[in-house]
């Protein structure tokens, strides 16, 4: 049974570009959860979604962040207009229910340096 | 407000040696309690999880102690090794669907 799987593990920007960044969960889990990680800083909760809902976006920017995760495919954290502030490592999580019950099993994350 | 407090913020300590991390937490009403290990530049790793009615919980050298009453959690390390080198994680579920809660981790840094 393959891990969380995000893709890129790498992935740099310019100022003002779109950051894409992909989540599959592990076979049989239906929420996904999105934490942003600056540097030296500890996991910070931004989203968490079932399929085709976001239940909970209240760590989210109100601006430029959207997520989404559709009924098919892989989850997506996507960041329009990209800016230095936004460099920091996007973990994403699954889980098989809600409400934080099950672990959470992390993915190896994605690191986004925006230059 | 929920909260995860973790202490210390970082730890030095020589191989062999054991060490305890801290964690209080404010979050109501308590669902579950999870320690994970962070190497850098990696995902987060389960090590423990408690429910309400545990008190104590072993992964090899590393247990896990919770005291619901009083809202803490520990770690304990025994014979630290440089592997142990990582930042460790305290999360804190309540029983609403949705997010954790999660500490801002204890650095651990194990030398020869």
């Known amino acids: 049974n393959a891990g969380v799987m995000q893709n890129p593990r790498h992935l740099v920007r310019r100022r003002g570009q779109e950051a894409r960044l992909r989540c599959s969960p592990m076979?049989?889990?239906?929420?996904v959860y999105w934490y942003r990680q600056l540097p030296e800083e500890g996991l910070k909760f931004m989203v968490y979604l079932q399929k085709e809902n976001i239940i909970d976006e209240s760590g989210m920017p109100k601006e430029r962040f959207s997520a989404e995760f559709p009924k098919e495919g892989p989850s997506i954290l996507r960041i329009q207009q990209v800016v230095r502030g936004d460099s920091a490592a996007y973990f994403c999580?699954?889980?098989?229910?809600?409400?934080?019950?099950?672990?959470?099993?992390f993915g190896p994350g994605t690191r986004l340096t925006v230059t | 407000k929920n909260q995860v407090e973790q202490s210390p913020q970082s730890l030095i300590i020589l191989e062999g040696k054991n060490c305890t991390l801290q964690c209080n937490y404010t979050v109501s009403p308590f669902s579950n309690l999870r320690w994970y290990k962070q190497d850098t530049g990696r995902g987060p790793v389960s090590l423990t999880i408690m429910t309400f009615s545990e008190n104590t919980k072993s992964n090899g050298r590393y247990t896990a102690t919770l005291d619901a009453d009083t809202k803490q959690s520990s770690l304990h390390i025994t014979a630290s090794q440089l592997s142990d080198s990582a930042s460790y994680i305290c999360v804190v579920s309540g029983t609403n669907a949705g997010k954790s809660t999660f500490g801002d981790g204890t650095t651990l840094t194990v030398k020869p």
């Open positions: 076979k049989g889990h239906s929420h």
């Open positions: 999580a699954s889980s098989p229910t809600a409400g934080g019950i099950d672990e959470q099993y």
